[in-house]
């Protein structure tokens, strides 16, 4: 393999870019109208205009892109995350063209890329499942009799679904029917396929997955779990590894069961298998993404593996690098993702212009991201600016460096997860461990609590600071006074 071209944009392309770059294999990056002039497109060996804004005129163009790659010369695709990267019709066209698609195969894809059908798949190889039904519901009567037998609360979901589209909570009979309706039509509209299906809430869930790898000689292994229960909209926010509540023995169960998953379909590359965790420490399959995840840099933080190297050697027919009992966890590693958003008005977007950008650096801290100062946060895409990720040799010195980091990045012009990121990592919840995908719900229906309380805690440092200053400014009277200088004066000009 010596050139491959990333199918993305943004931070994913960067650092793919930065890996290609070590590996001596030559990039070709593709760029919108949005993306002419940004970091990706400048640090690729090769660039290519795909079309206008819009991902749907540019990032989503199979065919046009697939004939830059012929004119190019390029035999290697990498998809990043989002976009075409889990769409078995592209992956498959990326194959018939002779080209290395550097992922799974399109089939793995199609049995994992439907929640029903990776329930089906899963289920004979002992994987432990959600309560609730594998198949497809849309009479909204038979919907109620299963919900009826499993008992409330219920989520009704989209079999096609992600990112929290088409699913809906439902915790009385009364409100099954209106729900059910809401969820298929998100996912009408989403996925252009309304197929749902119910399944048991889980009380108090922890949303936590495992980092797979598998080869084309048959060799898997689990690179250990992400605890990504901090959420807003279903869609991760904070990321960390490894978890807080799993114990060795859980660990091993959870990888083991995540392995066989990857046996389910035959998997290839890398992979990601998402699991619930009940208040019990009972784990159930929720899904499984058939691509690199956002949150990767924590897993390479703590085994101190390059994720997007194995998925390259895997792809041109190499042994994975290593072997199970090889693998270690070395500290602990957390995410803060950076997006563009009012956390005061629901975590909107708040796209604007960086007038200022600077990023924290120092001692195990790194920033992924795809904008330099005077960029645009365009409208077409995910509001992300960039993940904020840093490790520790334990999870208390990683939240203490993240919160420091946190300080340190300067951004001005638009608002910014960062606050929020920062409230959550000194909140007692987090700092303990004992939380769910509930802690926007439980701890942050008013938003004005996260400014008050960082108000307060501002004040008190303040307040210490003037006590320290008043000191200085006595001392320094003290011993100027016979020689009639103005303390203040010495003091202002030191």
Known sequence: MKKVLIANRGEIARRVIRTLKKMDIKSVAIYS?????????????????????????????????????????????????????????????????GITFIGPSPEAMEVMGDKLSAKQAVKDFGVPLVPGVDRAITDVNEAKSIAD????????????????????????????ESQMKLAQNEARSSFGNDACFVEKFVTKPRHIEIQVFADNQGNTVYLFERECSIQRRHQKVIEEAPSAVLTPELRKEMGEAAVNVCKACNYSGAGTVEFLIDADLKFYFLEMNTRLQVEHPVTEEITGLDLVEWQIRVARGENLP??????KINGHAIEVRVY????????????????????????????????????????????MIAKLVVWGKDRKSAIRRTIKAIDEYQISGLKTTLDFGKYVLKHDAFVSGDFDTNFVKHYFEDPKIMYSKMQEEEEVLTHGINQIWDAIIEDANNEYASKEISASWVVKRS
């Open 33 to 97: 109208d949005a993306d002419a002039n940004s970091p990706h497109v400048l640090e690729a060996d090769e660039a290519v205009y795909v079309g206008e804004s819009p991902s749907s005129e540019s990032y989503l163009k199979q065919d046009v892109i697939l004939d830059y790659c012929k004119k190019f010369g390029v035999d290697g695709i990498h998809p990043g995350y989002g976009f075409l990267s889990e769409n078995a019709e592209f992956a498959r066209k990326v194959k018939n063209a």
């Open 322 to 327: 290593l072997q199970q009992e090889e693998l």
């Open 149 to 176: 037998q499993i008992g409330y609360p219920v989520l009704i979901k989209a079999s096609a679904g992600g990112g929290g589209k088409g699913m809906r909570l439902v915790e009385r009979a009364e409100d099954l």
């Open 340 to 383: 563009a958003e009012d956390t005061l008005n629901g975590f909107t977007p708040d796209i604007g212009n960086l007038k200022r950008y600077r990023v924290p650096s120092g001692e195990s801290v790194r920033v992924d991201d795809a904008f330099t100062e005077g960029m645009d946060i365009p409208i077409y895409y995910d509001p």
